[in-house]
């Protein structure tokens, strides 16, 4: 039986898979790197150490991921500080259900806890979670599953009393790791057949999730 929802950030809840991409792209070809959308999708959710392996495959071992990070972030933070952050369709309305109906429910974001809150905060999602988890707070990054077995457990339940709501492939392993009942939202890509066997469910869009729970 299902108790709680545990649900990834960018890209599930919020519309900012695709900033994400573009500001990686746009701060590597700054510096010198020819990174495509295709590269930035490869890295999303994925912890430091297996990103940096990644990127360096592609762009050779003087990639300086530290550089690039922060030059992201500088032009995201500009971006987002001029022009907002948007939610996802129908994430409020699944939340806000999900709350109605007394299911728990966490965040498990690659994202720093006190940037997630804000992001939350601005689409007035925050209220929602009863539990926010960084891979700041644990040990291996996804796709481990450390992060979704630290949410379940502050969320009292078992993984396997959870759903995951996840878009990225990198996502889906450390939920389905963990043993929760993983479900893909696709976002900015659909990676529905390399992960035959991973998968509880897939929804269209946040709205079908509601069915998966009644």
Not at 54 to 72: A, H, I, M, P
Not at 118 to 142: P, T
Request: proline share 3%; aromatic share 8%; hydrophobic share 45%.
């Amino acid at each position: 039986m299902i108790k709680g929802v545990i649900s990834d950030m960018d890209g599930v809840m919020l519309d900012s898979e695709k900033l994400y991409v573009r500001f990686w792209c746009e701060a590597a070809q700054s510096l010198g790197f020819p990174m495509k959308k295709e590269h930035a999708l490869g890295i999303r959710s994925l912890a430091r150490v297996f990103a940096v392996k990644k990127l360096q495959g592609w762009f050779g071992t003087e990639f300086d991921y530290d550089s690039v990070r922060n030059k992201r972030i500088e032009l995201m933070d500009k971006y987002v500080a001029e022009n907002g952050i948007e939610a996802k369709s129908g994430a409020k309305e699944l939340l806000i259900w999900l709350k109605q109906n007394g299911y728990k429910t966490a965040l498990a974001t690659a994202t720093p806890v006190d940037r997630a809150s804000l992001y939350l905060k601005q689409v007035g999602l925050l209220e929602f979670f009863d539990v926010i988890c960084s891979a700041r707070e644990v040990k291996r990054g996804k796709p481990e599953p450390d992060i979704y077995l630290l949410a379940a457990k502050r969320l009292g339940l078992a993984p396997g009393e959870c759903m995951a709501l996840e878009d990225s492939q990198n996502g889906v392993r450390s939920a389905f790791a963990a043993g929760c009942k993983t479900v893909l939202v696709p976002d900015l890509d659909n990676p529905e057949n390399e992960l035959k066997g991973c998968l509880y469910a897939v929804a269209d869009n946040l709205s079908a999730v509601k069915k998966l729970l009644k």
